[in-house]
Nanobody, 122 residues
Framework: QVRLVESGGGLVQAGDSLRLSCTAA????????MGWSRQAPGKERELVAA???????YVSDSVKGRFTISRDRAKNTVFLQMNSLKPEDTAIYYC????????????????WGQGTQVTVSS
């Protein structure tokens, strides 16, 4: 069974940066897309960014220009570099995975990490 383990969340001030990491374990043969979603209290889970095995990627308009997704295929690890953080970025960030190409829909991802809290104070 695929397991995703996130790290890197925390409490920061507005304007600061954080980098989230997610390592996938027990992947079987095939290609996988990995991504990051977030869920703030009282809101639906939102896909923030995703990247396919071949490098094609998606970044939500809400974070474009501030967040960057990247991937180390050899280490089965995906990163989310978050710059110029805002209080509205406060949420639990979840690593997500799926077979094949990335999707822009949260519902298409079937592997999930346990989540890491990101809190941005004003």
């Amino acid at each position: 069974q695929v397991r995703l383990v996130e790290s890197g969340g925390g409490l920061v001030q507005a304007g600061d940066s954080l980098r989230l990491s997610c390592t996938a374990a027990m992947l079987t043969r095939g290609t996988y897309a990995m991504g990051w979603s977030r869920q703030a209290p009282g809101k639906e889970r939102e896909l923030v960014a995703a990247i396919s095995d071949g490098g094609s990627l998606y970044v939500s308009d809400s974070v474009k220009g501030r967040f960057t997704i990247s991937r180390d295929r050899a280490k089965n690890t995906v990163f989310l570099q978050m710059n110029s953080l805002k209080p509205e970025d406060t949420a639990i960030y979840y690593c997500a995975g799926k077979r094949g190409l990335h999707s822009t829909y949260v519902r298409d991802y079937i592997y999930w990490g346990q989540g890491t809290q990101v809190t941005v104070s004003s």
